[in-house]
T-cell receptor, first 115, second 111 residues
Framework: GAGVSQSPRYKVAKRGQDVALRCDPI?????LFWYQQALGQGPEFLTY????????KSGLPSDRFFAERPEGSVSTLKIQRTQQEDSAVYLC?????????????FGPGTRLTVT | KQEVTQIPAALSVPEGENLVLNCSFT??????LQWFRQDPGKGLTSLLL?????REQTSGRLNASLDKSSGRSTLYIAASQPGDSATYLC??????????FGKGTSLLVTP
């Protein structure tokens, strides 16, 4: 079956522009996660959805970052007024579980470059 | 806050060698620990997941161990191959969902 897909794969934005990154999780997966990976670093947690409910957004670096999953499947991460420090790979992951731990399945990521 | 450390940061070995990658974490109250592989420009591929109640997991040439009390995990790769060249990431789950990652070990296996 299809894995987690993300689009676009690459995005170049001028400083100050708004961007929207899309994640299509594995069909039927209840949980969805966004992570940010800076160059040479491990991924850092941004936010977590269980179905359409955003249960944790503590990792979002500023109020310029906004994520939604209105119908409990596809999710969009929006960054307003992009800054150079937003340049990173944005990874989406999904998981079938709602309780104790299950594997998270990652998409290929969107590489955002802010110039 | 959970801190995850991976040693070494980079490793180069000749083909055929057995090798060990190390991961340590500061908070032992974990749900599970996962090892991932990341190829350049690609996402993460899950290799092994060890539940907190388990001591080790094996898949093919890979074996991962977990010692919760000492806050350590190792990933053992047997008979390394050039195709094993990648960055290996260790991640622990404390909260029931969010993963805390180390910075990874960059592995190069030379023919």
């Amino acid at each position: 079956g299809a894995g987690v897909s993300q689009s676009p794969r690459y995005k170049v934005a001028k400083r100050g522009q708004d961007v929207a990154l899309r994640c299509d999780p594995i069909s039927g997966h209840v949980s969805l996660f966004w992570y940010q990976q800076a160059l040479g670093q491990g991924p850092e947690f941004l936010t977590y959805f269980q179905n359409e409910a955003q249960l944790d957004k503590s990792g979002l670096p500023s109020d310029r970052f906004f994520a939604e999953r209105p119908e409990g499947s596809v999710s969009t991460l929006k960054i307003q007024r992009t800054q150079q420090e937003d340049s990173a790979v944005y990874l989406c992951a999904s998981s079938p579980r709602t309780g104790n731990s299950y594997e998270q399945y990652f998409g290929p990521g969107t590489r955002l470059t802010v110039t | 806050k959970q801190e995850v450390t991976q040693i070494p940061a980079a490793l180069s070995v000749p083909e055929g060698e057995n090798l060990v990658l190390n991961c340590s974490f500061t908070d032992s109250a974990i749900y599970n620990l996962q090892w991932f592989r990341q190829d350049p420009g690609k996402g993460l591929t899950s290799l092994l997941l060890i539940q907190s109640s388990q001591r080790e997991q094996t898949s093919g040439r890979l074996n991962a161990s977990l010692d919760k009390s000492s806050g350590r995990s190792t990933l053992y790769i047997a008979a390394s191959q050039p195709g094993d060249s990648a960055t290996y990431l260790c991640a622990v789950e404390n909260s029931g969902y969010a993963l805390n990652f180390g910075k990874g070990t960059s592995l190069l296996v030379t023919p």
